[in-house]
């Protein structure tokens, strides 16, 4: 597959803690009642380690840091070398990396929750849509990366390769930060994971024809990213996919009644005219490339 898009270079990423009002909340209770450390997670249920805590410091791997002030709720906290920043940026939106109750984040853009979260983790979700793809041993083209729950499913599941588009620089800043996202420079990618940063809208136009075996298809909402929704683009991706190559486009659920819209059925009928047999599944659509 030929190498559009720009790859970002690499960036380590975070290692240091994350804190959110609770977990700042245990540490400092445990301080106030003579503890001299407290055992628990602080990367977001990643792992459990041993905090030492002194009277104006506490130390975590190896480091040290200063006592938190007061945090908000829904708001994970890092360590940006001088204070506890949220783990959000404004660049036109606010994008923001927002806690769970099943450890896993998902992210907002100016309040919007991006990922589904009312069942499950974000990252069993994408686990079970991206079974649907049947990624072993095959090349993925991810079109919109988020926080890379796709990828990570499919390095999990023992795809070939990975090729990761991401638009937006804030959101790959966040993940970045999140311990729950696919590093592609780590030894436990083996090399499998290429994050590109571009507009896959764009940059499909330089992928060769037939190169790609399954595809992952989670773009926003119709009403912000409407290219990703059209008859030009379903024709690109038909174009990529090998013959009986599959597709798992995610929709969601949108109220029909207050949209005015089946966007599901809409989908459907476009990846039919471009060359896939369809089928609703879970919140999408599954295709099969004819």
Same mark, same amino acid.
């Given at each position: 597959?030929?190498?559009? =898009? ?9 290692? =240091? ?77 606010? +994008? ?107 940059? +499909?136009?330089?992928?060769?024809? =037939? ?48 949209? =005015? ?30």
């Amino acid at each position: 597959m030929p190498g559009p =898009g720009c790859r970002p270079p690499p960036v380590p990423h975070y290692s =240091g803690p994350l804190l959110l009002r609770e977990s700042a909340r245990a540490l400092l209770a445990a301080r106030e009642s003579g503890h001299p450390e407290r055992t628990g997670s602080l990367d977001l249920g990643r792992s459990l380690d041993t905090a030492a805590l002194g009277p104006d410091h506490w130390r975590w791997r190896g480091a040290t840091y200063p006592w938190p002030g007061a945090l908000k709720d829904r708001t994970i906290y890092w360590f940006d070398g001088e204070d506890w920043a949220p783990a959000a940026r404004y660049a036109g939106s606010l +994008i923001k990396l927002v806690p769970t109750e099943w450890d896993v984040p998902t992210f907002e853009i100016d309040g919007i929750k991006m990922l589904p979260t009312s069942r499950e983790s974000p990252l069993d979700d994408a686990r079970r849509k991206v079974a649907l793809v049947e990624p072993r041993g095959k090349v993925v083209l991810d079109t919109c990366g988020g926080l890379g729950y796709f990828a990570a499913c499919c390095l999990e599941a023992g795809a070939a390769r990975i090729v990761s588009f991401e638009k937006n620089p804030s959101v790959l800043w966040l993940r970045t930060l999140n311990p729950w996202s696919p590093d592609p420079d780590a030894a436990s990618s083996g090399g499998r994971l290429e994050l590109r940063h571009g507009d896959v809208s764009r940059e +499909i136009a330089a992928l060769g024809d =037939g190169t790609v075996d399954a595809l992952l298809h989670d773009p926003p909402r119709f009403g912000i990213a409407g290219e990703l929704y059209s008859q030009a683009f379903y024709d690109q991706l038909a174009r990529v996919l090998r013959r009986g190559g599959r597709l798992f486009h995610y929709t969601g659920s949108p109220n029909r009644l207050t949209s =005015g819209r089946d966007v599901p059925r809409e989908v459907a009928r476009r990846l039919e005219k471009a060359g896939f047999r369809v089928q609703l599944a879970l919140d999408g659509v599954l295709g099969v490339r004819r």
